[in-house]
C-alpha cells in the first residue's frame, strides 16, 4: 500500500513486523501470540487479515492435479508453472464474473491451450454489473477473442484419470468438456480463523462481524477489509476496504466528544476493461429490477409508502448500437429528475461524469435523454462540469478538491508526484487520465498551462514544426532556426535538434551521418548503433520478420568470436552484439553487409522489428502466411524515421504468438483476411493496441499502414509513441477511423503519395558509411593519434564478457571545475591541427574531437568560430563521452567570445543528459557536478593550442585509468544472495544416463534428472 521506506521513516511510532505470523489473540490480556514465539501488547486492535479464493471441496475431483484458484500473484505462478507441460490441451475457468474473464484472458496469454472456456450459470458474464442485454454483448465480444462460453451451466464434478490427473468437467445437465486445466474464481472467503479461535463472532457466511463503526463483538478490537462482514456483506474489492480503513482511523484519532464517523454501503462502481472489451457500472444500477436501495429524499418524499423501494419508484432510459457494440442504460427516477446508477458499455468516458451526480443527489439540470446521447463523443474526458468533491479515484477515494489542491499549493508539478503525493492512479489506474487533464486544466486556470512546444527555441509542438518545414521545404537546422524559431541565430539544444533531426529523415531520408544533419542527431543515431554504458556500441543486422538462414547465422557468430562480442536474443526476435569499438564498427558493418545483411536500425526512432509467429507457414493452427506478411511489412517501412520507435507484429491466428496487440501496429488473420490493431505499447505504461479495420483483404493492408503511419509521423508530438498519439486524438480511435477508413479530411491520397516517395528513398545506412570517406573519418577513436584504449575494465560472465557493474556510488564529485586554480603549472601545447575543425562555423552542433594525451582524454569544439576545451569524462557515470554530445545553448544568446555575459554553449552529456557549461565547467541540471576546462588558442602554424598541466599531473586528477570502472568495484554482484539461495554456478547442460566421464559420477537424484532432460518427451518444462 506504501513504499517500504514509508514504514521506516516513522521511526519508533511504528513497528513494521513482516514475515510474521500471528496465530492467537489472547483477548483477557491484549496479546498477540505469533508463530516464531514473539508476542505484541495490544490497546486497540485492527484485523485486516484479508480473504482467499473460493474452492469447492464439496465437488467430486476438487483436488485433482490441473485445479487451480485464482486470486494471488502466486495462484497466478503456479498456473503458469503447470500448464508450461499442458501445451495443445484445453483450460477452463469456473466463474463468468470480473476475476473469472480476467483468469481466461490470463489463459489466452500463456499460448498453451488449444482452446479456453469459460464456464458461468448465469444466462450471461458479468452479473453484478451488468444487465442480461449488455451481458450478451460482451460474451459475444470475448467469444470473438477466442473464449468458448458456457453460460446456463453447473459444474456437477471433475473427471480425472488413474493419477488424479483433470481430464474434464461434468455439467449439471450431464454434457461435459475435456480440459487438463481448470482455474475457480467464484469468489472469496474471509480470513476469520484468527477471529475464531479467540472467540469473535462471525457470520454465517463467514467473516468476522462488525457494527458500523466496524467494532467487532469484543469492544476493543476491529475489522477491516475482507476479513469483515458489515451486515451480512464481505467485500473482495479494494475500495470498501479503504473506506473501512478511514472510517476506524478516523475515529480513532478524535477527541471523545467529537462525532464519531460510521461505515455506510459503499459504492461498488466499477470500470475497467476486460478482454479488450470497456464496461462500466455505477450507482444502484440495478434498480429498475430490484427496486431502488436508496432515493433521494426529496423525491422519495413524493412517493405513496412502500413505493419507494419498488421497481415502479424508477425509469430506466437505455441506447443501444449494435454496430459500434455500444449499450447505455441510465437508472432516473420515475420524475426525470434524478440520475440513481447505469451501465456502459464500448463507451465510458462519461463515467467519471455520471458518478458524481448519482452522490450528490441533486436534481438534473438537463433530460435524461440529453444525458444519455448528447455525451461526449471525442474520446476524452472533460472535467470542467465535475464538482471539487467529486471522487475521481475511487480506489483511494481522491476527489478532484484534492488534486487542485495539491497542484496550486505548488506541491505537486507533475502527475508522477500527484500520484506519490494522493495515490491517485496507484490503484486500477483507469483514473490516470482524468488526473492528467484536472493537472493540465488547473495549470492553465494558474496561468501556467503546459505546452506542448518543443523547447524554449520554438514556441511551435512538433506537429506545427513538421508542417513547417515540410511546406517550407527546410533542408538544415540553420533554415528551420531563421523560419521557425525564436532566435534565427540560436544553436538550438538536446530538445529541439533531434525532433528537426527526425522530422527531416521523415521528410527528406537524408543519411543521418551527412555534414549537415549529424550534428542534430540523438546518442544512438550519431554513430548508427547503441551507445552502451562503456561508451561502445551494439550492433543489431535486420533480421525481418525473426526469418534468418543459416548462411546469416553463421556470419553473425564470426563476428562476434573476431571482435569478442556479447551475444543475445533480442525482444524483437534478432540477435544484439554488444560491445563493439567505435573505431572497429565499419569493419563490423563491412563484414555483415558483405554477407547478405543490413542494419536494423536498432538504434533509431523508427521501425525496429515486426515480430511474426510462424502462422501457416508450418503451425497446424496457423489461417494465414504470418511470416511473409510480416516479412512483407518489414522490408517496407524499414529506415523510416517517426517521432518514436515503431513496432509491429503479425500472428497467423487468435492466439496472439506475435503479440501483435501490444505493438504500434499488429495483425491476426482470420478467416476472410487480417484484424489490424493499432496504438499498442509495452514499456512502462503498457497498453492494449486497438481495432482499427476488421477483416481487411491482404492486399488492402499495405494502402492502410500507409496512411496510419504517415498520419502519426505528420501529427505526433515529441517522443509521443502511437499509444499516447490515439489517446490525445479528437475522438480517438473511432476519429483515427474516420480519417484513416472514410477519408475524412481528404488526406489519404496525399498520405499514400508520401509513404511511397519515402519508402522509394530507401538505402542502407551502414552500407553507405562504409563507401563515404568523410563518414568512415568520424569513428576514429583519437582524433590526435591511432591508439585505442577501453573506458571500463570487463568481466566474464556466463561464458561471456560484458563490462564492470557501475556502483552504487558511481559519481565523480570531485571539484574538476576548481582544477584550473590548482595546477602547479600551465604551458601552451600543440593538440591537433586546427583544420581538422574547418566548416564547423556552418554545422548546427559544430565539430568535436576527442584527443589524448599521456593517459588523459580530452574533448574540443569549434562552434560559430570559438573553441572550448573540457575533459572527455562525463563524470555523473565516469562515461569517457562528453565530445559526441549534442550543443545547446539559451535562445537570443549568441557566441562570439568565449563566456561573455554568460553566453557560453553547453554540452549535453550523450548517456543521461547532464549538462555541462562549456565556459565554466558547471553542471546545469546537478549542481555536485563539473568538468574541467582549458584554455584554447588556434595560431598561425595551423595547430590548435591548449593550456594544461604538465602530463603526470593531468593524469593524476583525469587520467583513464584513476576514473574507468573497475572489476570489483561495484561490491558483491547483484544476483550474489540469490546465487548463494539456490547454490547456482552456471548453466548445466547435464544428459541423462549418459556414462560420466574422467572418474565423475552418475547422478540419479530425480531433480538433476528433471533438470538434464532434453528434447522432446524429456521431463523438463519445454520453456
Known sequence: MNPAEWYTEAGSSLNCHINTKATHINTEDKIIECANGESYPYDILVLATGSDAILPRMLKGWDANGVFVYRTIEDLNKLIKFSNDKKGTNGAVVGGGLLGLEAAKAMLDLETFNRVDVIEK????????????????????????????????????????????????????????????????????????????????????????????????????????????????????????????????????????????????????????LLGVNVASFGDCFADRDGPVTLPPKYARTLVNGDAKEPKAVQALTYKDPFSNVYKKYIFTKDGKYL???????????????????????????????????????????????????????????????????????????????????????????????????????????????????????????????????????????????????????????????????????????HVMDKTTHGLQETNDRFLGNIQRDGTYSVVPRVSGGEITPDKLVVIGEVAQKYNLYTKITGGQRIDLFGAQKQDLLDIWGQLVAGGMESGHAYAKSLRTVKSCVGSTWCRFGLSDSVGMAVRLEERYKSIRAPHKIKGGVSGCVRECAEAQGKDFGLIATEKGWNIFVGGNGGANPRHAELLAKDVPPADVVTILDRYLMFYMRTADKLQRTARWIENLPGGIKYLQEVILEDKLGINASLEAQMEELVDSFFDEWAEAIKSPTIAAKFKQFANTNDTTRNMELEDDRGQKRPAFWPADAAATDNFSGLKDKWSMTSWEPIIESSYFDGADELPNGISATVKRGDTQLAIWRIKGVYYATQQMCPHKRAFILSDGLIGQEPNKAVTNGDKDGASPWVSCPHHKRNFDLGNGACKTDESLSIATFPTEARADGMLYLKLPPVEELDAALGTKKWMVKKGEAGEAPLAKLDSKIKFVGLRGKKPYVKPTGGAKMTTKPLDLMMAANGCGGGAPEW
Not at 450478451?136 to 462460453?149: C, E, R, W, Y
Not at 480463523?193 to 467487532?216: C, Y
Request: hydrophobic residues 40%.
Open 340 to 510: 440513481l446508477g447505469g451501465m456502459m458499455i464500448g463507451d465510458v468516458c462519461d463515467y467519471v461524469k455520471l458518478l458524481p451526480m448519482v452522490k450528490a443527489q441533486k436534481e438534473l439540470e438537463i433530460s435524461p435523454s440529453e444525458l444519455i446521447l448528447g455525451a461526449k463523443k471525442d474520446g476524452g474526458e472533460d472535467t470542467d462540469d465535475l464538482d471539487d468533491d467529486a471522487q475521481v479515484c475511487s480506489c483511494h477515494n481522491v476527489t478532484k478538491g484534492d488534486i487542485v489542491k495539491v497542484v496550486k499549493d505548488g506541491t505537486c508539478k507533475d502527475v508522477a508526484s500527484i500520484k506519490k503525493c494522493t495515490k491517485a492512479g496507484t490503484g486500477c489506474g483507469g483514473c490516470v487520465p482524468l488526473i492528467t487533464t484536472i493537472f493540465n486544466k488547473t495549470m492553465a486556470s494558474m496561468g501556467q498551462e503546459v505546452t506542448n512546444y518543443v523547447c524554449s527555441h520554438f514556441n511551435h509542438s512538433r506537429a506545427d514544426l513538421f508542417n513547417i518545414i515540410m511546406v517550407k521545404r527546410l533542408k538544415n537546422m540553420g533554415e528551420v532556426m531563421r523560419e521557425a524559431g525564436n532566435d534565427k541565430e540560436a544553436l538550438g539544444c538536446e530538445l529541439c535538434k533531434p525532433v528537426v533531426a527526425s522530422i527531416m529523415a521523415s521528410l527528406w531520408n537524408r
Open 122 to 273: 448465469a444466462q450471461w458474464v458479468l452479473t453484478r454489473q451488468i444487465d442480461e442485454t449488455g451481458g450478451k454483448m460482451v460474451a459475444d465480444q470475448v467469444s470473438q477473442l477466442g473464449v468458448n462460453l458456457n453460460l446456463g451451466k453447473g459444474v456437477s464434478s471433475m473427471k480425472t484419470d488413474e493419477n488424479n490427473n483433470l481430464t474434464g468437467v461434468i455439467f449439471d445437465d450431464g454434457s461435459e468438456i475435456s480440459c487438463s486445466t481448470l482455474c475457480f474464481a467464484v469468489g472469496v472467503k474471509p480470513r476469520d480463523d484468527l477471529a475464531r479461535s479467540a472467540n469473535l463472532e462471525v457470520g454465517q457466511r463467514g467473516g468476522i462481524v462488525v457494527n458500523d463503526d466496524l467494532r467487532t463483538s469484543m469492544p476493543d478490537i476491529y475489522a477491516i477489509g475482507e476479513c469483515a462482514s458489515w451486515r451480512g456483506m464481505a467485500y473482495g474489492l479494494i475500495a470498501p476496504g479503504v473506506a473501512m480503513a478511514e472510517v476506524v482511523a478516523f475515529n480513532l484519532t478524535q477527541a471523545k466528544l467529537h462525532s464519531p464517523q460510521t461505515f455506510k454501503t459503499p459504492d461498488m462502481s466499477t470500470k475497467l476493461k
